[in-house]
């Protein structure tokens, strides 16, 4: 049920978003440049909480896929990761939709920023346009897949798509540091508890 819930969510997102991309093409005859429908004008914080959850959603989809990739996992219920990876495949294709660039929020001085997408998105929008199309057809390949080997090297080559996205667009994570204060935190004060 928690997988038909999410499927739905992503396929929701991905229709919602579609329409963001006629919106935000200023080259369409008799398109108005603002007013209804120019989300990313009006709401750009709630693109980026869209495209977010979006994000979020394609990656609990990648994940049985993501598991495959591994010669020693079994290949499970291949009729669901060819649904998933259907689905990753049209979501990709609205993610660059998600993007105009009223969201290019990222700041590096916060702890935690409004998005952890980088600039260079839009410094080479036509490279990060091609690399999510590119992704999308990779997804493709893994909902036809067939056979084992077939299946596990389009999951393989999927996740790669993926990872080189994400590797020049998306914020890299870095653990938290451990400083002097942490170590001389009194947690028994903080738990209430008396000291013996």
Known sequence: MKRQHNVLVTLGLAAAFAGLAVAANPSAPSAPTSGPGWTGLTKPLEVI???QQLMENMEILMQPIDTITLPSQ????VEQLHANAKMVGAALLAVPHL???TTNLYDPKSAQPR???LPEIWKSFDSF??????ASHLADEVANAKGDRALRAASLNLRSGCDACHALYLRKYEPPKTQASDEQFDFDSALGQKKK
């Open 74 to 77: 079994p290949l499970g219920n």
């Open 115 to 117: 998005t952890i997408a």
């Open 99 to 101: 993007f105009p660039p």
């Open 49 to 51: 909480h869209a495209r």
């Open 129 to 134: 346009y091609s690399l999510a199309q590119a």
